[in-house]
């Protein structure tokens, strides 16, 4: 919002700049008066520096809702946290999806800025050798698209997460080896470490088990 509001801030400016000038352009004596170019040139660069990241975080955006849609079965969104949403956030999770008074998911989530971050930097990396962080950014996405979906018990979530990480790898760009391997490196490192409430259920005949096919607890050990 606030790069918004300073694009729309400068070209307006660069407009002002244009309409003063328009009348003033002939002094007194009938001789032209040069256009402020230096002004205007400063107002555009300006613009523009606030409309790359802008163009930057909304592809980001649709690369993430294309992915979490296709594991969804259907269209969402995602909407990654921008800098003035986390100046102002107090929260600790790393996202969330808002449900209805009738008990019904919205078809959106909120990933907080930093996953959104290691997902920005996994997507442009060559996704071999994922640090924790972006797998756990990853499992966010996936984490947040179960709940889109309508699981709102947290552990059923995660568990279903889990089994679907390598989809989700796949759908942004992975393939299926890396996708697995993404997915695995989470059940080992990560989800040993999840909260209560977070961590019942889930592995090899545990409750959440849906008994999908290459599950990262299946050569696990």
Not at 34 to 53: E, H, Q, T
Not at 146 to 161: F, I, P, R, T, W
Request: hydrophobic fraction near 45%; include cysteine.
């Amino acid at each position: 919002m606030l790069l918004t509001w300073a694009l729309l801030g400068f070209l307006a400016l660069a407009a002002v700049i244009t309409v003063r000038w328009i009348p003033r352009r002939f002094d007194g004596l009938g001789r032209a008066r040069p256009f402020p170019r230096i002004s205007m040139a400063l107002c555009l660069a300006i613009a523009v520096g606030c409309a790359i990241p802008m163009w930057t975080h909304a592809r980001l955006e649709s690369r993430l809702s294309a992915a979490a849609s296709a594991v969804a079965g259907g269209p969402v969104t995602v909407h990654c946290q921008t800098f003035g949403e986390a100046f102002v956030d107090v929260g600790a999770e790393l996202g969330w999806v808002r449900w209805g008074s009738d008990g019904a998911p919205e078809r959106s989530t909120l990933i907080k800025r930093e996953p959104c971050r290691d997902l920005s930097a996994w997507l442009a990396s060559s996704k071999t050798a994922p640090t924790l962080d972006q797998v756990i950014a990853v499992h966010v996405l996936t984490h947040e698209t179960m709940h889109m979906v309508g699981l709102k018990n947290e552990s059923q979530a995660e568990c279903a997460a889990i089994q679907r990480d390598a989809e989700m790898a796949v759908a942004l760009g992975a393939t299926p080896a890396q996708g697995q391997g993404l997915a695995r490196q989470y059940w080992i490192e990560a989800y040993p470490r999840v909260g209560p409430g977070y961590g019942e259920g889930c592995g090899a005949g545990g409750a959440y088990d849906e008994g999908l096919a290459a599950p990262p607890w299946a050569d696990a050990d």
